[in-house]
């Protein structure tokens, strides 16, 4: 589907080095301009089982801005297959870059109020038919899961050893995924970018078989600057600084306080001496978007 594997890289971010620790970044946001990042690997076994199915119709779940909905409108036109985004909220006017991305690759969306929106099953029993396939928001789920576990069989990671894996979490489906295919002495930290989210573990542990359970990971929270999408000038500074230190672009719901988290972390000690840390920038960077524009650097 998207070609681009050889263009994600391992950059390492020797400002971030501490007390012997090294830090290396997974480039996954190079993957494609818009289709960045980890939704495409949580992606492809559903639209693998739609095809199976024999469905003609993706349809799924998503705000104004989402990856997700963008990922999945690209991805199902790849397929060969319709899509349908339902989406949270009215419409607005103009509407989002995101959406109308998604548009331009055939989603057709539907605008149900926030209220509603909350009743999945109810949206699906209204929108089904039996060439319809769902998939869950933020593609949550076994298949995403595996998904996501082939991040770390990209032939970049081949020859490294990395003591810990961090990531961004929102559904938990990527953590669970990296937890499936890391060696059993690999830690996987996920930095959780929701406040309050307390079911995290159990919804990890509910993608997991039982010995995957067993394998070292953990959730990190409190370091969400305070929920979901949330983008205080803190963080916002955060990313230009990166951004000028490193080179490297940032998205303001996953990567930038992935990103943060790792640096205090580090700051504070977190990691034994002569740690190598593996980051995967999971990318995102569409939804920045949403920004005003000029707000960042890149
Ligand atoms: C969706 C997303 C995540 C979180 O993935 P989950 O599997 O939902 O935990 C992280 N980073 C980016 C850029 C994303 O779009």
């Not at 080095?17 to 690997?41: E, M, Q, T």
Request: hydrophobic content about 40%; glycine content about 8%; aromatic content about 10%.
């Amino acid at each position: 589907m998207i070609e681009n594997l050889q263009h994600i890289y391992i950059q390492q971010l020797p400002g971030m080095y501490s007390r012997h620790n090294s830090v290396s970044l997974l480039r996954l946001d190079l993957l494609h301009p818009v289709i960045s990042g980890n939704k495409w690997f949580k992606l492809k076994y559903y639209l693998a089982e739609a095809l199976d199915q024999q469905k003609t119709t993706i349809s799924t779940f998503g705000g104004a801005f989402s990856n997700h909905i963008i990922a999945t409108a690209y991805a199902a036109q790849q397929s060969g297959l319709e899509s349908i985004g339902i989406i949270r909220g009215e419409k607005s006017n103009p509407e989002s870059t995101t959406l109308l991305q998604a548009q331009a690759y055939g989603m057709k969306l539907i605008f149900i109020d926030r209220e509603q929106y909350k009743n999945k099953k109810e949206i699906m029993d209204e929108y089904n038919h039996p060439k319809n396939y769902w998939i869950g928001e933020g593609g949550r789920g076994e298949l995403g899961a595996r998904g996501a576990s082939e991040i770390l069989t990209l032939p970049c990671l081949s020859d490294q050893a990395y003591t810990h894996i961090l990531c961004a979490t929102g559904t938990g489906t990527m953590l669970a995924g990296l937890v499936k295919k890391a060696s059993p002495d690999q830690q996987i930290i996920g930095i959780s970018v929701l406040k309050n989210h307390h079911s995290i573990n159990e919804e990890v542990n509910a993608l997991l078989s039982v010995e995957e359970k067993e394998k070292p990971f953990q959730i990190i929270s409190g370091y969400h600057f305070g929920g979901y999408a949330k983008h205080p000038p803190a963080l916002i500074a955060f990313m230009k600084e990166l951004w000028h230190a490193e080179k490297v672009p940032t998205d303001i719901v996953y990567t930038s306080k992935l990103l943060y988290a790792v640096k205090v972390l580090l700051r504070k000690g977190f990691f034994p001496a002569n740690s190598r840390l593996l980051v995967i920038h999971s990318g995102g960077l569409q939804g920045n978007q949403s920004l005003n524009p000029g707000t960042l650097p890149f």
